[in-house]
Each structure stands twice: as structure tokens, then as C-alpha cells.
């Protein structure tokens, strides 16, 4: 779908009351752990960018694959984005300043459209904010090395198609294994987080009267 029809129905979309976790619940482990909504007094800001951009006649949207190293989120799947930090006027220059930093997407061409809802991620005690926005041309990606392992450019209709929401194992930060839905994006496991992000947009592109 050309950029412009997706910018046209996103707008239209956000308008509406999010799902929130009608979308999160369909990429969570069954049965659902109802500590996963419990957010601590005590947790950490972030935000996030689902960045749409042209390429063709298609539109298409970027993901970071974070480096391997210790901690919670090594290896992971991601949209580009990180901590608040006292200097961010609010969560939306956060997700713009990530990503810049981090796949070199300049924050001044990118046009916010709205938000999803917010994602508590207890493994790390962050409450992620995801944006959504866009670009008018193919960004000239220039991946933070310390940050960024590679970028996956990833078509919208993949995305959207069932086919792609699998089962897998996975093993967990507390070192268990579990089921757990996923997306699978070139071949690798969209989880956690990321896919819960993923399945409120679905689940409000499917689910929408436009």
C-alpha cells in the first residue's frame, strides 16, 4: 500500500479509542499473567518510534536487532527508541531523539501521527511509549554500531499477514523456557514487548470500519 493511503487511514485510526489490551493480550503467553499489567510506582520511561517510509510503490518500516550482550533485552527484535531523559521536553522527543541516534533517522523530517497504547516491560521495570509516524523518502539508515546490530526494513503487508504469528519456545530473562506467540520478521523472533506493540496496530487495522 502506497504511503500515502497508509498515512490516510492511520490518521482516521488514532483518532479512535486504542484497544490497549485487547491488542497486547494476542502476542502474550497463554495463560495471561496478570503481574504483566501490574506497572511499579517505581518505574522508568521510555518511548519508542513505528516509523513508516516509502519505498516503490510499498511502505515499509524499520526495526533494529540489538547487539548480544548482558542484559534482558540482548538480541531482541526492537523499533528504535530508549529511555526518557530529563532534557526530552515529553515521550515523543524521546522516541524522535532514539531514533535518530540509533538508525539515523532525522527527527526534524519525521511527522508524528499519534500514539499506541503504553507497554510495561517488568524484566526492566520501563513503561514504553510507542509512537507512530512518518517520512516522506526512504530514510539513509546509519545504524548506532554500539546500539544496533542491523536494521530490518520490513514490508507493511508482512506485518499484517496471520501467517507470520507463530508459536515458538522461548527462553525468558529468568532463564525458563515458555510458549510464546511471536512475530516472525526475516526470519527472526518478534516478541515480548515489541510484538505486543505489533498486535494492538494489527489488531487495530483489522478490526477498524475504514
Known amino acids: ?14 483518532q479512535d479509542p486504542l484497544p490497549g489490551r485487547l491488542g497486547h493480550i494476542s502476542m502474550l503467553p497463554q495463560p495471561i499473567d496478570e ?5 511499579r510506582d517505581d518505574h522508568r ?19 533494529i536487532k540489538r547487539p548480544e550482550y548482558p542484559g534482558v533485552h540482548s538480541g531482541q527484535i ?16 524521546t522516541a524522535l531523539r532514539e531514533a535518530e541516534e540509533e ?7 519525521v511527522t508524528l501521527l499519534g500514539k499506541l497504547s503504553d507497554v510495561y516491560i517488568p524484566p526492566s521495570n520501563f513503561l514504553v511509549s510507542p509512537y507512530i509516524g512518518f517520512i516522506a523518502e526512504k ?3 546509519n545504524p548506532q554500531a554500539t546500539e544496533v546490530e542491523r536494521i530490518i526494513s520490513c514490508p507493511l503487508p508482512v506485518l499484517l499477514d496471520k501467517e507470520n504469528r507463530k508459536l515458538t519456545q522461548i527462553k525468558g530473562s529468568s532463564g525458563l523456557s515458555f510458549e510464546a506467540p511471536y512475530f516472525d520478521i526475516e526470519n527472526e523472533v518478534v516478541w515480548g514487548a515489541t510484538a505486543m506493540m505489533l498486535g494492538e496496530f494489527t489488531y487495530l487495522w483489522e478490526n477498524s470500519r475504514f
Open 1 to 14: 500500500m502506497e504511503l500515502n493511503k497508509v498515512v490516510r487511514r492511520l490518521e482516521r485510526l488514532l
Open 35 to 39: 503481574k504483566r499489567f501490574s506497572v
Open 45 to 63: 520511561k521510555g518511548a519508542v518510534l513505528m516509523l513508516f517510509y516509502p519505498e516503490g510503490n510499498g511502505s515499509f518500516v524499520p526495526f
Open 78 to 93: 526492537a523499533f528504535p527508541g530508549g529511555k526518557w531523559e530529563p532534557e526530552d521536553a515529553d515521550l515523543s522527543v
Open 103 to 109: 538508525i539515523g533517522v532525522y527527527a526534524e523530517k
Open 139 to 141: 530514510p539513509d539508515f
